[in-house]
């Protein structure tokens, strides 16, 4: 049984309502809950380091890791990636102003994931997955 948040679009939440309500991490941007059986993905336009961007109705979402090249194995990449099939519900918030998470909703992975060069924290090119 899938879990249902009972938040409509566009619905804003601060950071401890949203992940007190996911029984997830307060932290990152790939949140995984074994609790809830969901990943909440953050989508911060404020002060994120990552370049999402939305194209048509799809988000392209930057895969986790800060430094040196992404792997589709690490973490909540995996999670997500395998997302269509594994059962795990993921949820999507985007944040446009400090401290505000607008739910926008219940997602799916719409599209296979891409390489795409972005700069890591040391500044570097490196690979990310979109």
């Not at 999670?79 to 607008?102: A, Q």
Request: some cysteine; overall charge neutral; aromatic content about 12%.
């Amino acid at each position: 049984m899938s879990f249902n948040p009972n938040l409509g679009y566009g619905e804003n939440l601060t950071n401890k309502q949203m992940y007190k309500l996911f029984k997830c991490s307060n932290a990152g941007g790939m949140r995984r809950s074994k609790k809830t059986n969901t990943l909440v993905l953050i989508s911060d336009h404020t002060k994120s380091f990552y370049e999402d961007l939305w194209k048509d109705d799809d988000l392209l979402y930057t895969g986790m890791g800060l430094s040196g090249n992404q792997s589709l194995d690490y973490m909540q990449n995996k999670t997500l990636f395998n997302s269509n099939e594994n059962g795990v519900d993921v949820h999507l918030f985007e944040v446009d102003k400090p401290t505000i998470y607008t739910y926008i909703g219940k997602v799916i992975l719409s599209r296979e994931p891409y390489k795409d060069k972005q700069v890591d924290t040391d500044g570097n090119k490196r690979n990310v997955w979109m």
